[in-house]
């Protein structure tokens, strides 16, 4: 007998802040486009999405279609003179503590509102890390409502990003960082270290997507 699966949509709030004077904002499409390069941003976004989307089905589903990735392209933000933060070594990135509140207005809006917002960055962001007591570099990270993704490359939407965007959307469940021990013998997406060999997802992210499917659809997913 064949069992009928509903699809769980986490909804995503797409905030673009790449640097104005290489974007074209308005074109005969509609389309939000990178002017020298052709590349239309959203396209670009979406597949980053779906690669995310389909190790979530695989690792926590079975390879059964249960979750989707659902974009809401929301607003193309002008980051104006942001703040940024210089160290000894020359970091020079912004500085998203300062500038924190003015994505909490960006997002305040009840028209604009969804699951979860995720801020694509250019260039590199700083934030204060609680557990080292000082600013470090990112290239994710979650607060609130919201995640956060460094030096994204819309030419070249790799497996790393839909990784990075996993490992945040776990934080996002009020996941912490798999136990490093375990990480020195799987690359579990939990991990604190992300890179392209991180697709195993370990029993508590599979246990949150899991849960998420439940709230969302009052059906339990039992694995094969």
């Avoid at 999405?49 to 979530?56: D, M, P, S």
């Amino acid at each position: 007998m064949l069992t009928f699966i509903l699809a769980a949509t986490l909804e995503i709030g797409v905030y673009y802040t790449f640097p104005a004077e290489t974007i074209t904002l308005h074109n005969r499409t509609g389309a939000v486009q990178i002017e020298k390069q052709g590349l239309n941003i959203e396209t670009n976004i979406q597949k980053m999405l779906i690669e995310a989307q389909n190790l979530v089905n695989k690792e926590a589903f079975g390879e059964r279609k249960a979750v989707e990735l659902k974009p809401k392209f929301i607003k193309y933000w002008r980051v104006e003179n942001p703040s940024a933060y210089h160290d000894k070594n020359r970091l020079h990135a912004i500085d998203l503590d300062l500038v924190w509140s003015d994505f909490i207005a960006l997002t305040a809006a009840k028209e604009n509102k969804s699951d979860v917002s995720l801020l694509l960055f250019s260039s590199d962001v700083v934030h204060f890390n609680k557990e080292l007591g000082r600013k470090t570099r990112a290239s994710g990270f979650h607060r609130l409502d919201m995640i956060v993704l460094a030096n994204y490359d819309l030419a070249n939407p790799a497996t790393r990003y839909s990784l990075t965007l996993n490992h945040e959307i776990g934080h996002y469940f009020n996941l912490n960082h798999t136990d490093a021990e375990e990480c020195k013998k799987i690359y579990y997406v939990m991990c604190a270290a992300i890179s392209s060999y991180n697709t195993v997802f370990d029993k508590t992210l599979k246990k949150a997507w899991r849960d998420f499917y439940f709230a969302r659809t009052g059906q339990r997913f039992q694995p094969r």
